[in-house]
């Protein structure tokens, strides 16, 4: 049974920073794509960062390209991602997701992958 537990998420003035992690157990976050997805009440769930399979290609939305970095820890067997100079337009529930099962790990199409996490809430105050 795969889950992935997410943390992390709280409250911040805008400028801080935060670190989710996304915790998985029955499946391996190596060797295979990765994502976070947020999405903010009233809207659409949106791709945020994506890991490919090789560890190292990454993939970000341009609106956090620069500030955001998504990351891996093997041994941990957990998924990252680390969030500076944070802005209001940022609050949402930030999912990790994985398992891709169709397309390309650059998509950020949601209902291509089949795992998620239950979501962790950031809140960002100007």
């Known amino acids: 049974q795969v889950q992935l537990v997410p943390s992390g998420g709280g409250s911040v003035q805008a400028g801080g920073s935060l670190r989710l992690s996304c915790a998985a157990s029955?499946?391996?976050?190596?060797?295979?794509?990765m994502a976070w997805f947020r999405q903010a009440p009233g809207k659409e769930r949106e791709g945020v960062a994506s890991?490919?399979?090789?560890?190292?290609?990454?993939t970000y939305a341009a609106s956090v390209k620069g500030r955001f970095t998504i990351s891996r820890d093997s041994p941990k067997n957990t998924l990252y991602l680390q969030m500076n100079d944070l802005s209001p337009e940022d609050t949402a529930m930030y999912y990790c997701?994985?398992?891709?099962?169709?397309?390309?790990?650059?998509?950020?199409?949601?209902?291509?992958?089949?795992?998620w996490g239950q979501g962790t809430q950031v809140t960002v105050s100007s």
């Open positions: 029955g499946y391996r976050v190596t060797g295979y794509c």
């Open positions: 890991i490919r399979s090789d560890g190292i290609t990454t």
């Open positions: 997701a994985a398992f891709l099962e169709r397309g390309l790990c650059s998509d950020f199409i949601p209902s291509n992958f089949r795992y």
